[in-house]
């Protein structure tokens, strides 16, 4: 069972519970899949918590986690326009300690500290393989192909980090589908946002709604 | 006798977990890596290969468009598509394209799986 927020309005859209809920129970599977083979490329078990679905402006987004910590995140971002007519970006947030470590973890490698050019690539196919297993498993239940843009690595403050794309549209609302995936060894908690244009949002949602028959 | 192997991918990090995991299961094979389509193209010419493991989606050429370009030239070229993109779309593509498919992350039992499919034993 998926937990979602109430009361989620981004002008002029407004979602209900109900909605949400489906949302929460997609997500849910597909971020699973996400976490699935995160741990088959870590080799070791992911812990993840209950998925989390809700509906923010970046704004928000950006206002909540400066709230969190000052610290600088990592995001791996990939674009995806689905046959269905919605088109997301979708981002694998992690913390950039976080990061560090989840480099060391897949290269063995202890001594790592900061990013060059093969830390990048990792945490670029890190991504890729996390975000496409995601996006595969939501491709694959609602019954269509999702094409997606080659991975892109950002290590920035989250104003920065979440700044409008070139498309001002992009810059209307964010589905945040929080699923925390931690291991305890590498220290690693990370989730993944998609960020829409709210007719994106509402396509999307009418797809995952006849899946649920609301 | 040591089989040819040409690895494809556009990460160097898949690249290397790929490669290192062949040599682990075949010590004696020959391994060529490309980056992208046109490189792999271009490492290929006039080379005797076995195998080909293509990740499907790269810069400027994908996997599939790869394997029909190398087709032409090396039409007993075993190849499969090792790649993140598990949408039921791509493996049926896959599929009609004759391509064996391999879901990331390479692990040693996927790089067992590949060998095995591709028609080398692992050691």
């Known amino acids: 069972m998926s937990q979602a927020a109430h009361a989620v309005s981004l002008d002029p859209l407004t979602l209900t519970d109900m909605q949400l809920d489906a949302l929460g129970e997609t997500f849910s599977l597909a971020l699973g899949e996400a976490a699935s083979v995160f741990a088959a490329m870590l080799s070791q078990e992911v812990e993840l918590s209950v998925p989390h679905v809700e509906l923010l402006t970046r704004e928000a987004l950006v206002t909540r986690f400066e709230a969190q910590a000052d610290r600088r995140l990592c995001g791996i971002q990939q674009h995806f326009a689905a046959d269905t007519g919605f088109r997301t970006d979708a981002m694998l947030v992690f913390p950039e300690e976080s990061c560090l470590g989840l480099v060391r973890q897949m290269l063995r490698q202890e001594d790592i500290s900061q990013f060059t050019e093969l830390e990048q690539d990792a945490l670029a196919e890190i991504g890729n393989i996390i975000i496409n297993a995601c996006m595969s498993r939501l491709a694959d239940r609602l019954g269509t192909e999702i094409e997606g843009s080659l991975p892109h690595v950002l290590v920035n403050e989250p104003r920065k980090l979440f700044k409008p794309a070139g498309d001002p549209s992009i810059a209307a609302g964010i589905l945040v589908a929080r699923i925390d995936m931690r291991i305890a060894r590498a220290d690693v908690s990370g989730f993944v946002l998609f960020i829409m244009d709210v007719a994106s949002i509402r396509t999307f949602v009418a797809q995952v709604s006849r899946l649920f028959g609301i | ?123």
């Open chain 2, 1 to 123: 006798m040591a089989i040819h192997v040409l690895i494809v991918d556009d990460s160097k990090v898949s690249r290397l977990m790929t490669a290192g995991l062949l040599r682990q299961l075949q010590p004696d094979a020959v391994v060529l890596e490309a980056d992208s389509g046109q490189h792999a193209l271009e490492v290929a010419q006039g080379r005797a290969l076995d195998m080909a493991i293509l990740d499907m989606n790269m810069p400027g050429m994908s996997g599939v468009d790869l394997a029909e370009r190398l087709r032409q030239t090396l039409p007993d070229l075993r190849m499969g598509l090792l790649t993140a993109n598990v949408q039921a779309a791509v493996v049926n593509r896959a599929a009609e394209h004759g391509l064996k498919f391999f879901r990331k992350p390479v692990t040693e039992q996927v790089m067992r799986d590949v060998l095995d499919a591709l028609g080398a034993r692992a050691a």
